[in-house]
């Protein structure tokens, strides 16, 4: 079984900034991708931004420029660097992590959400 626990979410003034950090535990053979989702009020949750484990990023539309993600593969760590913070990036931000355990099977763990609220 793969942990993962995210840390870093809160309260943030418009045009503040974030970063939002997801480690996992567990026995993890390999990640391969790692990811950021969200949901905001009364909306369907969305991709954010995705790392594979060769370090290339997709982000979705509403946030390349302003957010960034990276990852620490000592630490099976991923990052995502919010600036420029708007009102409507409100919401409960959930990391993804995708790779392998060491008995040959897969996984897609989420973690259990950080709350983020851009508000004066």
């Known amino acids: 079984q793969v942990q993962l626990v995210e840390s870093g979410g809160g309260l943030v003034q418009p045009g503040g900034s974030l970063r939002l950090s997801c480690a996992a535990s567990?026995?993890?053979?390999?990640?391969?991708?790692m990811g950021w989702y969200r949901r905001a009020p009364g909306k369907q949750r969305e991709l954010v931004a995705q790392?594979?484990?060769?370090?290339?990023?997709t982000y979705a539309d509403s946030f390349e420029g302003r957010f960034s993600i990276s990852r620490d593969n000592a630490k099976n760590t991923v990052y995502l660097q919010m600036n420029s913070l708007r009102p409507e990036d409100t919401a409960v931000y959930y990391c993804?992590?995708?790779?392998?355990?060491?008995?040959?099977?897969?996984?897609?763990?989420w973690g259990q959400g950080t709350q983020v609220t851009v508000s004066s």
């Open positions: 567990g026995r993890i053979f390999r990640i391969n991708a």
């Open positions: 790392i594979t484990g060769g370090g290339s990023t």
């Open positions: 993804n992590v995708q790779g392998d355990y060491y008995a040959a099977a897969s996984f897609n763990s």
